[in-house]
Structures are given as structure tokens and as C-alpha cells.
């Protein structure tokens, strides 16, 4: 059997996620189905290029910030994580205030808690690896041009 841990333990846990989320820059959200209620992190804030309003998120304030040509696919991948009440996974550009575009993948967890439907979530800035994806093609295509001629 597994001791019981300490408020203490429970208090350096939660500083060492915290920590260790800051570092890697990935944003956590709670998004509860039954009531569209969304949490975000200070992290979700800074990937959406947007400041804390502090409590609760408006569901559109995600899909507003959805590039107009990933938009349908987003929706359709979290609706049919609702309706299959699983695992949510996506990935999509987000526009930030400023006009530029961020690439970001998400990820999360279904669960249910007091009959609610809730997602746990993460999501993090994947823009480096898309670009360099997209620059791997194009320099070969033309090494693939090159070696033809």
C-alpha cells in the first residue's frame, strides 16, 4: 500500500508542475462540456497573444482566434471528441493581434465528474517545426529538380 503524502509534498508537487510548465511553454485548459466553460492558464493567454481577464474563458475567444481555413477541422475534431467522449487532438493556426500566425497542436483528456463532461488539455507552439517541415519539402523538391535535369 502507498503512504499518504503530506500537504507538503502535495504544495513542491504543484511548484515542480509548475515549473516545469512555465519552462517548456505549454499551456494547460479545462474545458467543461456541459456548461461550454472554459479555465486557460497564463500560458494559453500568452500562446493566443491575448492578456488575462481573469476567471472563466468565452468559448469564443478560441475559435474567433482560429484561422478562418482551420476552423472547420477544429471544430470537427473537438466535436467529435465530445461525442465519442475521448481523447482530443488537433492541430490548427491561430491569428494572433499583432496579424501574425501561430501553428499550435493541442491535446486532451475526457473525463467525467459529477455528471459534466470535462476535457483536460494542453497546448503548445509548434510554428519552428512546421516551417522547417515546409523547408525540408521545397529543398527537396529542388534537389529532386536538380538531380532530373
Same mark, same amino acid.
Given at each position: ?8 509534498? &502535495?504544495?513542491? !508537487? ?7 510548465? /512555465? ?6 485548459? %479545462?474545458? $467543461?462540456?456541459?456548461?461550454?466553460? !472554459? @479555465?486557460? $492558464? %497564463?500560458?494559453? &493567454?500568452? !500562446? *493566443? ?8 474563458? +468565452? ?17 470537427? $475534431? #473537438? ?7 475521448? /481523447? *482530443? ?5 491561430? !491569428?494572433?493581434?499583432?496579424?501574425? @500566425? ?7 483528456? &475526457? #473525463? +467525467? %465528474?459529477?455528471?459534466?463532461g470535462i476535457f483536460i488539455g494542453a497546448e503548445w507552439d509548434v510554428t519552428a517545426d512546421v516551417l ?11 534537389a529532386e529538380l536538380r538531380a532530373a535535369e
Amino acid at each position: 500500500m502507498k503512504p499518504v503524502r503530506s500537504e507538503q509534498e &502535495f504544495q513542491n !508537487l504543484v511548484r515542480r508542475l509548475e515549473l516545469a510548465l /512555465d519552462a517548456s511553454l505549454i499551456g494547460v485548459w %479545462e474545458h $467543461d462540456v456541459s456548461e461550454d466553460a !472554459l @479555465i486557460w $492558464d %497564463e500560458q494559453m &493567454f500568452r !500562446l *493566443y497573444g491575448r492578456d488575462d481577464p481573469g476567471g472563466p474563458v +468565452e468559448a469564443s475567444l478560441w475559435s474567433n482566434a482560429i484561422h478562418p481555413d482551420d476552423l472547420a477541422g477544429a471544430r470537427a $475534431d #473537438f466535436a467529435g471528441a465530445v461525442a465519442a467522449k475521448g /481523447d *482530443y487532438s488537433s492541430q490548427y493556426r491561430v !491569428l494572433l493581434p499583432n496579424g501574425a @500566425i501561430r501553428h499550435l497542436r493541442s491535446r486532451a483528456h &475526457f #473525463f +467525467e %465528474e459529477n455528471g459534466h463532461g470535462i476535457f483536460i488539455g494542453a497546448e503548445w507552439d509548434v510554428t519552428a517545426d512546421v516551417l522547417l517541415n515546409r523547408e525540408l519539402a521545397t529543398q527537396k523538391q529542388i534537389a529532386e529538380l536538380r538531380a532530373a535535369e
